[in-house]
């Protein structure tokens, strides 16, 4: 993943609720996965296996996210181990295919949670984060970010 990619990743979560921090983390597997196969296609196998193990790690994290209270909960649990499952297997084969599979079962379930997003009216998780600003506000074709609030102990708070 590029340095940008994190600079984006971490902009979205220290502005996101809890339905979108799940959604992000759905889109940083899905980063590594898309990484992954484009590394075993160029033969980059080593870089692929680090791709593989980031995407198990952000797995991971949905794993100890979900509530199995629930029916949906204990489904997704499922879905999480097969891909776990898949991606280890994938990564001992160099299978695209079997990356491939749990790529698209990601894709559908980020869209899944973009929707979710729309009926979640929470508050951002960090909630002493800095506000950020994006707009073209200098120059005609220059994005620019401004900073407001600055303070000095951002984000949780314990």
């Known amino acids: 993943m590029t340095l940008e990619k994190k600079q984006e990743f971490t902009l979205k979560i220290s502005q996101a609720n809890k339905t979108q921090m799940i959604t992000i983390i759905y889109e940083i597997v899905i980063d590594y996965l898309e990484s992954a196969i484009k590394e075993i296609e160029d033969k980059r196998e080593d870089d692929a296996q680090r791709s593989l193990v980031c995407a198990q790690k952000g797995i991971d994290e949905l794993i100890h ?8 909960g204990k489904n997704l649990l499922q879905i999480y181990i097969f891909s776990k499952k898949e991606l280890t ?11 491939r599979k749990v790529l698209k079962n ?19 998780v960090m909630g002493n984060a800095q506000k950020v600003y994006s707009g ?8 620019n970010v401004d900073f407001s609030s600055y303070a000095s102990n951002r984000g949780f708070r314990a």
């Open 65 to 72: 996210s979900v509530n199995t209270g629930y029916e949906l």
């Open 89 to 99: 297997a994938a990564g001992a084969c160099s299978s695209v295919r079997r990356i």
């Open 106 to 124: 990601f894709q559908a379930l980020c869209g899944a949670y973009r929707e979710l997003e729309k009926y979640d009216n929470s508050g951002t």
């Open 136 to 143: 073209l506000t200098y120059g005609r074709n220059s994005m």
